[in-house]
Structures are given as C-alpha cells and as structure tokens.
C-alpha cells in the first residue's frame, strides 16, 4: 500500500495545517448545521479531498456519539467510505468529466433517489473548475434546491475558474499551505511508524 494511503488521515484530529477550517466543519456536525454544499479551495495536497471524505463520514457514520464530530472510523459506513466504496458517497472527478451529459448522469439524475443506506448522499466533485459553462449551469440547478438528503462538496485549485453564481450557493473554506514546521512534525511521525531514518 502506499503511505499516501496508508497515512491519509482517518479522523478530523489528525488532518495537519488546516485547524481553522476543521474546527468550523466539527462544530457544524456537533451541532447538526452541515450546509447543503462546499467549496474546498487551495493548492494541491493541503487536505481537501481528506476533509470531504472526513465530511461524509462523520455524518454518516453508525456510530457517531452525540455531541461528538469524529467518525468511528470502526462501522460498515465509515469503512465503506475509507475504501473508497460506499454506493452513496460519489467522487467525480471533474477534469475527466467536463460536459454537461455527464453532470446529468453522473449527478442530476443520480441526486433524484434517496440514498441506498446512509443518512445522506454525498457528491465530492474534485477539480471542479474543470466543468464546463453549461456543466456548471446545470449543477447551479440542483445547488439553488437541492434534496435534503444530498450534500456537495467541490474541490478546486482554481477559485477564479468557478463561476461566482456557484461560488455564492456554497459555504466556501480556502486552505492554506501546511507550514513547514507541521509538515516536517508530520514527516517524522510517519518515518517512526514506518521505521525509516531520515
């Protein structure tokens, strides 16, 4: 397995450099006011594909304690959604998927049925500027109303490519650069639990 893998955080205590955001998202679970839709932006490899799995998990986790925003990380759902196969957990990769036919097949018509088994169905669109304007028109329909079971969650590294009709139906955290110092902390947690010198 590869340690990108191996070591992707699993709970919102271990995402590294993007506190202020985390504490948001936490304390909106905690308090049951997820919003419909997200926009995630920053540069690559700061955390936003993690926090949106982080995301789907904690609110369809079985076992989640009240009061309480991490996911037990233990249960069928939450380890459906780490292995990447939980059937009401979409991740759409948008740079493969730019036109409209495929933000109708792959999202409207699949936002229309509740989902299979979790509380909710999540849609993580990853490199979202990449749609095209009449794939972005499309999805402006489902974010203005969409079902009370269905949460967005766009990722970008190109906030000036998204139009702002989207940018406003959205709750919108831009993460940062992981400071040196964290990463290097990071670094050398993960050569110990791997027995590597550095």
Request: charged share 30%.
């Amino acid at each position: 397995m590869a340690l990108y893998h191996k070591h992707r955080p699993q709970t919102f205590q271990n995402v590294v450099g993007q506190d202020h955001i985390i504490k948001t998202i936490t304390n909106q679970i905690v308090q049951d006011r997820v919003a419909h839709a997200y926009l995630f932006s920053g540069p690559r490899g700061v955390g936003k594909t993690t926090t949106a799995r982080l995301l789907a998990k904690a609110i369809n986790c079985l076992n989640r304690k009240d009061k309480n925003s991490e996911p037990c990380d233990d249960c069928s759902s939450c380890k459906e959604i780490s292995e990447a196969r939980a059937i009401d957990v979409l991740e759409i990769d948008a740079a493969s998927y730019t036109g409209v036919d495929n933000v109708r097949d792959n999202i409207i018509d699949n936002a229309q049925f509740r989902p299979t088994k979790s509380k909710f169905k999540v849609f993580i669109i990853d490199e979202v500027h990449m749609l095209s304007i009449s794939a972005f028109n499309a999805l402006l329909k489902i974010l203005e109303e969409p079902p009370e079971y269905i949460i967005f969650i766009l990722a970008t590294t190109e906030l000036r490519k998204i139009p702002d009709t989207v940018i406003s139906r959205c709750q919108r955290f831009n993460f940062k650069k992981v400071a040196y110092d964290e990463i290097k902390k990071y670094l050398e947690k993960v050569a110990k639990e791997e027995k590597i010198k550095v």
